[in-house]
């Protein structure tokens, strides 16, 4: 497995914010802004309010897609026959038309799988209501995993690593949670937790 990176989360706010001064300060503005459960509705959130502060106004929608955590999805990445579910469409599907710009957002982008099934499921629904100007946004992007689908059009930071973001707790060692989740550690001392998904480091 990669090596992990450990992101908190003032950083992912201040990066999201840069993100969406990036998309503004190309010109693009978008109708509507639609964020990947899990992480990109996060930075979806703090995008939209950046983009609605510097008096760009949208329409804004999380997406969630069959996230199952580090070793699901490599193993779906060594998959790629896997299909990648993608649910919650139902006013996207209403609610777009041809001439809107449309934005997607997720935390992390690598094989490009779930963007692209995203995308697939919208232009099967949709056909010619089809938003003409697709772009992406993400806040870190994955070069060697990237295999299938578009390319993001704004990026944060580039990584070779795995990302681990500041709500994320399962699949960590005792070791990771000590070092980077301690006030949840914390909790569970005080109120004699047990852990039955603790790993061993990787």
Known sequence: MTAKIFVDEQTVIDESFRLGVQVYNSGFRPTFIVGLWRGGSTVGIYLQECLQTLGVTTDHIALRTSYAG??????????PQQPVSVHGTHYLIDALNRD???????DVFASGRTMAAVIEKLSE???????ADIRIACLFRRDRA?????TPDYVAHRTEDWVTLPYELNGLSATELDAHKPAFKRLVATYGLTLPSLTEAT
Do not use: C, M, T, W
Not at 100 to 106: F, P, Q
Not at 125 to 131: A, E, G, S, T, V
Not at 146 to 150: A, F, I, L
């Open 146 to 150: 990237h295999r299938v689908g578009p």
């Open 70 to 79: 580090r070793q699901a999805y490599e193993s779906a990445v060594s998959d």
């Open 100 to 106: 809107d710009r449309l934005l997607l957002v997720d």
């Open 125 to 131: 629904r949709l056909k010619r209501n089809l938003p």
